[in-house]
């Protein structure tokens, strides 16, 4: 069994800053990427950031310059540090993981999600 649990979010004035974790537990081998998503209210589920190993990171175009994705890899945890955050942002933010599980099988796990407000 393979679990992630998220943690960091809350309510945060526009402008401000949140870091949100993931930490993946449970029967791992390797973990191959990881990478956050968020759906706002109304909106369809969209992906954020991925990293792929520790380096290779991408990210969707409304958060460029703003949020950056990191990964602990001894710790199994990646993280999303969230500056300048805009209302636009506000959303339940996922984290999703491809993790390779020492049965030697490739699954995509989520996170059961923590909700990030920007307001006033």
């Known amino acids: 069994q393979v679990q992630l649990v998220e943690s960091g979010g809350g309510l945060v004035q526009p402008g401000g800053s949140l870091r949100l974790s993931c930490a993946a537990s449970?029967?791992?081998?390797?973990?191959?990427?990881m990478g956050w998503y968020r759906q706002g209210p109304g909106k369809e589920r969209e992906l954020v950031a991925t990293?792929?190993?520790?380096?290779?990171?991408s990210y969707t175009d409304s958060v460029k310059g703003r949020f950056t994705i990191s990964r602990d890899n001894a710790k199994n945890t990646v993280y999303l540090q969230m500056n300048s955050l805009k209302p636009e942002d506000t959303a339940v933010y996922y984290c999703?993981?491809?993790?390779?599980?020492?049965?030697?099988?490739?699954?995509?796990?989520w996170g059961q999600g923590t909700q990030v407000t920007v307001s006033s």
């Open positions: 999703n993981a491809a993790i390779t599980s020492n049965n030697g099988r490739t699954n995509t796990y």
């Open positions: 449970g029967s791992i081998l390797g973990i191959i990427a």
């Open positions: 990293i792929v190993g520790s380096v290779v990171t």
